[in-house]
């Protein structure tokens, strides 16, 4: 049998999309931070959130 062990997530990095989502309907943010983007990468940065209990 197969077990499946879920962490949860304290700190991650997400895309602005994601952190819009998340924020929307989350009340479980601590705080969060941006991270700009390095020169030559495809993207418009990264959002760096930190979850007062956890994300399963």
Do not use: C, W
């Not at 895309?15 to 931070?33: C, D, M, P, Y």
């Not at 983007?37 to 760096?48: A, I, M, V």
Request: hydrophobic fraction near 30%; glycine fraction near 8%.
């Amino acid at each position: 049998m197969n077990k499946l062990i879920l962490r949860p997530v304290k700190t991650e990095q997400l895309t602005a999309v994601q952190f819009l989502r998340v924020s929307g309907k989350s009340h479980n943010i601590e705080k969060s931070r941006f991270i700009p983007p390095k020169l030559g990468d495809n993207d418009f940065g990264r959002f760096e959130v930190t979850y007062r209990n956890g994300r399963p």
